[in-house]
């Protein structure tokens, strides 16, 4: 073929390199401009839509790209030596491109280049560059191709092929329509989601097969959106699926538009493998030699091999969620999702949509397109609902429904769905005695507690504070850059004997203390040559709050975690030298809390920091307690 100056300007072919600027932005979400061999711009999305047919100066990069015939990534426009004498240097908006040679029987044709405007897509170029080079050069040999094949129609329709193959080759749905709603594209991921056959709707208008379907909508308004949640009716069963809508254009008309589609599962497993999630750790990370704990690790272990619902009991602070992090990771749903919910700390009238999800429209401030609940991103999983004690009555009742029937409605739905997951619940409270009083319902408690597992006090397993402080203090020192310091034998019997309230929890912020108290006291010349923490470096409250081990309370024996062998030193008790039960103490540390800190919302923040309780225990307990009318 001899070569044709100008060739990417001749019909039909600028139209084709038109449909491909479209085509590689819908795939990328970055614009796309594309340039002949004089420099002339000859199609383009975005703002340079509107300005095809405008002339690059030659001192621009695609000159430099033209010139070599090699691939040329500007990550620095308007500093970058080459673009230092651009006539069009000030004015460029640019914050990066990647261009690409278009390349006939090895001689440059045009450039075909991926333009960012903001840091995210320079920063996106740069970390893919290599996967949107490959990309590149594949829409490059095929523009090579369709250069050869311009001159007859049969060529040009070998070339969609190819395209086609490309566009099959991308792993969500891909559906486009022209200005007449007419379906000119759909791969065999679209065809699945939307239970069609491919050779069956080419041609089709898809108002006439679906006339709901949101795509319909960038016809009239030109207008797209991303990642909305679509539900159709369809004969075979309602379609349910994530789409992406982008409208396409030429010439600044609107030709029509593209449909990027997701199933709501790959959704899920998007979300949940991008989000911040806590990793899943097996049951030994879970520390203590304790027999009583060791009891509760083994039931987990046991729970965690069926599909029986289980109810982990224990105070706050005792690792409740580590247990259920657990009993995920060593059962068949551990390759999905694990999704916590702390029912106190979601308001009531929310709790409802958290959990069950809800339909656009089901009440004033629902995001359009509607939201899937804790219970539906949890499908394939584990379903973790902490706090469940905290649960309106009625919301127990829905939850009781879909823990019975494995189906679940959103609010403001009248479609069932199916639910398939696991739960896991937790509480810090008596339920049972909340059942007698009519606070918890007793069929809901017996569902939950299929396989109850209970969960001991750090007070009762004292055993374990050596094992449990040296980890502690080598996994934060280490996180802080510091050596770690060893504890006086005072100090030592101190964090010995504390009834810790808190439990673990409380220990870990006594552990983060002591670690910052004595971070200043580094060793030296005339100095020790390791950091001992003494009794000075501990909260006050546990110099107050020490006591000797009561009945039913291990005390570490001599050689485990370094126990001291001298005769214990003994600290009073701030209500004389008699034992007082857990209860009692608890109570005489909150009130003490509240004169020291205030009865407001800011005390008592501050209070559950220092005994290491979340805030709603913190109110709960002060509830319990009678102390919610004092005056400090």
Known sequence: MTMVDNLLRTPPLQEFMQAVALSVSAVVGLDVTIVDQTLVRVAGTGVY???????????????????????????????????????????????????YPLLVDG?????????????????????RQAEYSRFLHHMATLVAMAAHS????????????????????????????DAQSKIICCNEAAARLLRFHVPEVIGKPLRELLPDAPLLEI?????????????????????????????????????????????????????????????????????????RLQE?????????????????????????????????YHSPRSSGPFVAVNCAAIPEDLLESELFGYEEGAFTGAKRGGKPGKLELAAGGTLFLDEVADCSLRLQAKLLRALDRGEIQRVGSTHTAHLDVRVVAATNRDLESMVRQGEFREDLFYRLSVIPISIPPL???????????????????????????????????????????????????VVQYMLHACRGLTPGPGRPKTVTI???????????????????????????????????????????????????????????????????????????????????????????????????
């Not at 001689?107 to 405007?117: D, K, M, N, Q």
């Not at 075979?236 to 593209?258: D, E, K, N, Y």
């Not at 397993?461 to 006086?488: C, F, N, T, Y």
């Open 150 to 177: 311009v001159a007859t129609s049969r060529e040009l329709g070998e070339e969609r092929d190819r395209l086609t193959g490309i566009v099959e080759a991308v792993r969500e749905g891909i559906l486009a329509i």
């Open 107 to 127: 001689r440059p044709i045009g450039v075909l280049s991926l333009v960012a405007f903001t840091a995210e897509q320079r920063q996106r170029i740069i970390d």
């Open 296 to 328: 509760a690790k083994q039931m987990a272990l046991r729970a965690a091999a069926g599909n029986a619902t289980v109810l982990l009991l224990g105070e706050s602070g005792t690792g409740k969620e580590l247990f259920a992090r657990a009993i995920h």
């Open 459 to 509: 007070r009762q397993r004292k055993d374990d504070i050596p094992l449990l402080l040296d980890a502690l203090l080598q996994r934060h020192a280490r996180s802080m850059g510091q050596p770690v310091p060893e504890l006086s034998p005072q100090t030592r019997q101190i964090l010995y004997t504390y009834p810790w309230p808190g439990n673990v929890r409380e220990l870990e912020n």
């Open 534 to 632: 003494e009794p000075a470096h501990l909260p006050s409250r546990l110099l107050s709050g020490a006591a000797q081990p009561g009945e039913g309370e291990a005390s570490p024996q001599p050689g485990e975690g370094e126990a001291p062998s001298q005769p214990s030193r003994s600290f009073a008790s701030p209500w004389g030298e008699r034992l007082v039960p857990a209860a009692e103490w608890e109570r005489q540390a909150i009130a003490e809390g509240l004169r020291r800190f205030g009865n407001s919302a800011r005390g008592k923040e501050l209070l559950a920091r220092q005994l290491g309780m979340s805030r709603s225990t913190i109110y709960r307990k002060v509830k319990k307690y009678g102390l919610d009318s004092c005056q400090y």
């Open 49 to 99: 839509e509107h300005v095809v047919k405008e002339r690059l100066p030659s001192s621009c990069s695609f000159g430099l790209v033209l010139g070599t015939g090699s691939p040329r990534l500007v990550v620095q426009p308007r500093e970058d030596p080459e673009c230092v004498h651009c006539d069009k240097r000030k004015q460029c908006q640019e914050t990066c491109h990647l261009a």
């Open 219 to 291: 016809l009239h308004s030109g207008a797209g959106y991303v990642n909305r949640e679509v539900m159709l009716p369809h004969p075979a069963g309602r379609l349910h699926h994530i789409c992406t809508g982008t409208p396409l254009f030429s010439q600044g008309q609107l030709v029509g538009a593209v449909a990027l589609l997701k199933s709501l599962e790959d959704a899920r497993r998007m979300a949940y493998d991008l989000s911040d999630r806590q990793p899943e750790r097996p049951i030994d990370h879970i520390l203590g030699r304790n027999l």
